[in-house]
């Protein structure tokens, strides 16, 4: 039987020679790979034929991390940490979000791609969670320490799709983000909170799969809790391939 074809969305960045690639964090392709899925990165720019066309053979989609989502897209506040945004790339993934929401084909978004399913969906975003949400815990990268540092908890929904797959309660979690989910999305149901109450998980209801996580969970697949997001995700898309 073929492997679920999973897309993964990337990063326009530059190599050693300063030449134009689409980037991607090996992690995101392994915690895919491993859950045994098949992994196709997505590069932004794609022509609306070209996106259509892959859509139509993809069984799935990972929403990736990176940059910031552009405040046009949401009606942000300015502010001065805003980086590395990206409109192509904001482009290709609201539609493409947009598009596995009506359609029915599983997603799930970690970090940037958990914005992006809020945004795409109608919610907002705060800009920079230190200055704008009041009692905010620090939710920004910890320069001094490994990715998969644990930074805080999150208390899950244990009658959620997202508690059911975690199998716990309250998971202990990394976190690489300035930015946060301010007004949620009407048709977005949380599922997840940070100690301060930050919204750290959402699904949609009524979908095949779709759920988003605020963490990066690619990079705590030594937690068989976290192993089986990406097996349910993958199991998903399996079906998808399927019908």
């Not at 069984?59 to 805003?82: K, N, V, W």
């Not at 007004?183 to 959402?202: F, I, Q, R």
């Not at 988003?212 to 690619?218: D, F, M, S």
Request: proline share 8%; with cysteine; net charge negative.
């Amino acid at each position: 039987m073929p492997l679920p074809l999973i897309g993964l969305t990337t990063y326009n960045d530059k190599n050693q020679y300063g030449f134009p690639i689409a980037a991607l964090m090996h992690k995101y392709i392994l915690a895919v790979s491993e859950a045994g899925g098949m992994p196709v990165l997505i590069p932004s720019g794609l022509t609306e034929e070209a996106r259509l066309s892959l859509l139509e053979r993809l069984d799935g989609i990972l929403f990736t991390g990176g940059g910031d989502i552009a405040i046009q897209a949401f009606g942000g506040e300015p502010h001065p940490r805003l980086a590395s945004v990206d409109p192509a790339r904001d482009t290709l993934e609201l539609a493409l979000l947009q598009a596995a929401a009506s359609d029915g084909k599983p997603f799930l978004g970690i970090c940037r791609g958990f914005q992006l399913v809020n945004v795409a969906l109608g919610g907002t975003l705060y800009t920079d969670l230190a200055d704008q949400m009041p009692g905010a815990l620090k939710h920004d990268y910890y320069p001094d320490r490994p990715r998969d540092y644990r930074a805080h908890q999150v208390k899950v929904d244990e009658g959620s799709r997202l508690g059911q797959i975690l199998g716990e309660p309250v998971i202990d979690v990394n976190s690489m983000h300035h930015q946060g989910a301010k007004d949620l999305a009407a048709a977005l149901k949380p599922v997840a909170c940070a100690p301060d109450g930050l919204v750290e998980a959402v699904e949609l209801p009524g979908h095949p799969f779709g759920l988003a996580v605020q963490w990066h969970p690619e990079w705590l697949t030594d937690q068989p809790a976290i192993r089986r997001l990406f097996e349910a995700f993958v199991e998903a898309c399996s079906v998808e391939r399927d019908e």
